[in-house]
């Protein structure tokens, strides 16, 4: 597999919801970037601690060379930074991924954990460096 070819099993869609201040109320607006093109997985956690408890954890790998919808990925420094974030998206913690396509921005959180899959990104590594196979961002979350 070359570093233009396409990671295997990738044939999902997902919609990251990137949180960004808004100055003029001081809340957190979403806005949203569709990625076509994607790996999704979820396994079960459990752990015993007076009594039984579970959560589903969720993997995601997005290729390089993913579709994001004519968008761009900056680091989330530069998104927070930015002033027109119409062809920007990130990927960091406490952002949320939905699976499937979502349309619009401004959307709640906990509406999008209640009447979607969903979850909060946990963590995100870079697999994108050089001499990587298939180069990748790896988001984990809950």
Not at 11 to 23: G, H, R, S
Not at 79 to 84: C, N
Not at 90 to 112: E, F, R, Y
Not at 113 to 129: C, K, L, P, Q, S
Request: charged share 25%.
């Amino acid at each position: 597999m070359t570093a233009e070819s396409k990671m295997w099993l990738c044939d999902e869609t997902i919609t990251v919801f990137n949180a960004k201040l808004d100055k003029e109320t001081g809340y957190d607006r979403y806005h949203s970037t569709v990625i076509k093109g994607v790996s999704w997985f979820c396994k079960i956690l459990s752990a015993v601690d007076k009594g039984l408890k579970a959560a589903n954890q969720f993997t995601i790998r997005i290729p390089e060379n993913a579709d994001f919808d004519g968008k761009t990925y900056v680091e989330p420094l530069e998104y927070a930074e930015a002033d027109d974030i119409s062809e920007l998206f990130t990927l960091k913690n406490g952002d949320i991924i939905v699976h499937g396509t979502v349309t619009g921005d401004n959307l709640k959180p906990a509406d999008l954990h209640r009447n979607y899959e969903a979850f909060t990104i946990m963590g995100v590594t870079n697999d994108r460096r050089p001499r990587v196979r298939a180069p990748h961002w790896k988001v984990i979350g809950t």
